[in-house]
């Protein structure tokens, strides 16, 4: 399985960040299959924004369950993250990763800065 992430790598405060994971050699619709976001940041650590089932239900952190969104489209076999309200704290490397919980499989992760 291959994920190749895309999407802006700068963001201006209050705006949404959007990321899209296209996945090869494996299908979003695959049963039980689940699809993460997680980001990475040098104080922080690894932190996990949420992911989406092969059924299209979604899971999000608490902590920032009011500002994620996590969707897909099934023709392009691609999964994408929306952050609202973004601030500077929201810098991070941000990566796609499959499966929970082991993540064998990752994004290249890209570094999204938020900065006016």
């Known amino acids: 399985v291959q994920l190749q992430e895309s999407g802006p790598g700068l963001v201006k405060p209050s705006q949404t960040l959007s990321r899209t994971c296209t996945v090869a050699?494996?299908?979003?619709?695959?049963?039980?299959?689940?699809w993460s976001w997680l980001r990475q940041t040098p104080g922080k650590g690894l932190e996990w924004i949420g992911y989406?089932?092969?059924?299209?239900?979604?899971y999000y952190n608490p902590s920032l369950t009011s500002r994620t969104s996590i969707s897909r489209d099934t023709s392009k076999n691609q999964f994408t993250l929306q952050l609202s309200s973004v601030t500077p704290e929201d810098t991070a490397v941000y990566y796609c990763?499959?499966?929970?919980?082991?993540?064998?499989?990752w994004g290249q992760g890209t570094q999204v800065t938020v900065s006016s």
């Open positions: 990763a499959t499966p929970p919980p082991e993540y064998l499989y």
């Open positions: 050699g494996g299908a979003i619709t695959t049963s039980r299959s689940s």
């Open positions: 989406i089932r092969a059924s299209g239900s979604t």
